[in-house]
Nanobody, 119 residues
Framework: QVQLVESGGGLVQPGGSLKLACVTSRNILSFNPMGWYRQAPGKQRELVATMSRNGIINYVGSVKGRFTISRDNAKNTVYLQMNSLKPEDTADYYC?????????????WGQGTQVTVSS
């Protein structure tokens, strides 16, 4: 069973930064893509950023230029660097891994990490 473990959330002031991490229990290149999603209170879960196995990256428009998704293959970890945070970035952030090699298309989710942007 694949496990995804997120970390790095917390409380930060507007304009601040946080870096989220998601560690996979299986080789990270066995997933395509890896992605970060978020869900604010009372809202639907939305895509934040994705990275494919070959490194193609996509961001939702509201985070372009502020957030950066990256990957460390040796550590089986995907990161989300979040800069210039705004109150509207407040949400629970989830890591998702879409299986590429074993059960193609199956989606695994982490437990989520809370990000609160407030003064």
């Amino acid at each position: 069973q694949v496990q995804l473990v997120e970390s790095g959330g917390g409380l930060v002031q507007p304009g601040g930064s946080l870096k989220l991490a998601c560690v996979t229990s299986r080789n990270i290149l066995s997933f395509n893509p890896m992605g970060w999603y978020r869900q604010a209170p009372g809202k639907q879960r939305e895509l934040v950023a994705t990275m494919s196995r070959n490194g193609i990256i996509n961001y939702v428009g509201s985070v372009k230029g502020r957030f950066t998704i990256s990957r460390d293959n040796a550590k089986n970890t995907v990161y989300l660097q979040m800069n210039s945070l705004k109150p509207e970035d407040t949400a629970d952030y989830y890591c998702k891994a879409t299986d590429f090699l074993v059960q193609r298309g199956y989606e695994y989710w982490g437990q989520g990490t809370q990000v609160t942007v407030s003064s």
